[in-house]
């Protein structure tokens, strides 16, 4: 299979797993998001090793421990994700699933800011009438809720920027995640076992179930990262973003139709704008790899000129 193609379906499966992770965490209730997280930052690491040596890539990881720009950006990535994936537990376990669908939704629009700032990008019309339709969006969503939307900008920014980090970094997809959740390990550890001295956890004090869900976290969150990783190092950042509409299309849908979350008149016109521009944007990116593709199919004028004259000696040289 295409490298690809790998890419593509590696994406589209990580954001359907994302996406369908909000019918999961308010089955492990009581535990809170906090504690969830951390039995992530505890089990994941255990689940990724077995992998790395089933699969004989431990020395892998020994060689990014050596270089420590790697090291410190992947941590960096680690605390993104980290509280990431609390926002998004705590969004989804009280009740705030569309607005964790609205943050996801913004995360493309965020990532072509983050081109300009960052990577010193250039942006054509049609990307500004997009990020302007975004802006206009947001601050609907301001008026409407009487206040910034904090938990999509939160989503937003922190998913916008682990991405950005993970393109940049030339690392395994195991092997990226094993760094990022052991740098975070100790941590995890010393809050489990505070919550478990003072008598505040939850995990293996309410049920079996919550105690196996529990477990289940690590890996609910761990299958998705994996397949994530994996995307971005196979395919464009431009086609990973437009992958990542599947998860806040699949949130969005289960925040209505499941959760029924209630949706104001002035919140689904703030989606309208919102889809407009991710429409724009998406259109934009197909125009550009199309044009693209047909200038590497079209060879250069140059080129057609030498061919058209090294046939017409040809065929002056064969006419009797």
Not at 7 to 20: I, N, R, S
Not at 112 to 124: C, I, K, N
């Amino acid at each position: 299979m295409p490298v690809a193609r790998q890419g593509v379906l590696l994406g589209v499966a990580a954001y359907l797993l994302w996406g369908l992770s909000a019918l999961y965490w308010p089955l492990v209730q009581p535990t809170g998001a906090i504690e969830i997280l951390a039995l992530r930052v505890l089990w994941s690491p255990v689940a990724v090793g077995l992998l790395l040596v089933a699969t004989g890539r431990t020395g892998k990881v020994a060689a990014i421990l050596r270089r420590p720009r790697d090291l410190g950006m992947l941590a960096l990535a680690g605390l993104l994700t980290s509280a990431n994936w609390a926002l998004f537990i705590w969004a989804t376990t009280n009740g705030h699933v569309v607005d964790a669908s609205l943050g996801y939704f913004i995360t493309p629009l965020l990532s072509v800011a983050l081109g300009v700032v960052v990577l010193r990008e250039r942006l054509r019309a049609w990307q500004w009438a997009a990020i302007g339709l975004g802006a206009l969006s947001v601050g609907l969503l301001t008026v409407e809720y009487g206040g910034l939307p904090w938990i999509a900008l939160g989503l937003a920014a922190t998913f916008g920027g682990y991405g950005l980090i993970k393109k940049r970094l030339d690392v395994g997809a195991a092997e990226g995640l094993m760094v990022e959740t052991a740098v975070l390990f100790p941590f995890a550890l010393a809050y489990t076992i505070w919550l478990q001295t003072s008598g505040q956890a939850t995990f293996g004090h309410v049920s079996v179930a919550n105690t196996l869900l529990g477990v289940g976290s690590g890996f609910v969150m761990m299958v998705p990262m994996l397949l994530f990783n994996a995307a971005a190092t196979r395919i464009p950042l431009s086609l990973v973003g437009m992958l990542q509409f599947i998860e806040p299309v699949v949130q969005f849908l289960l925040g209505v139709l499941v959760f029924r979350e209630v949706m104001p008149a002035a919140r689904w016109m703030a989606f309208a704008l919102l889809w407009a521009a991710l429409a724009v944007l998406t259109g934009e990116g197909l125009r550009r790899r199309s044009r693209a593709a047909s200038a590497r199919r079209s060879p250069p004028r140059s080129a057609r000129s030498s061919r058209t004259a090294s046939s017409a000696v040809r065929d002056q040289g064969e006419t009797p």
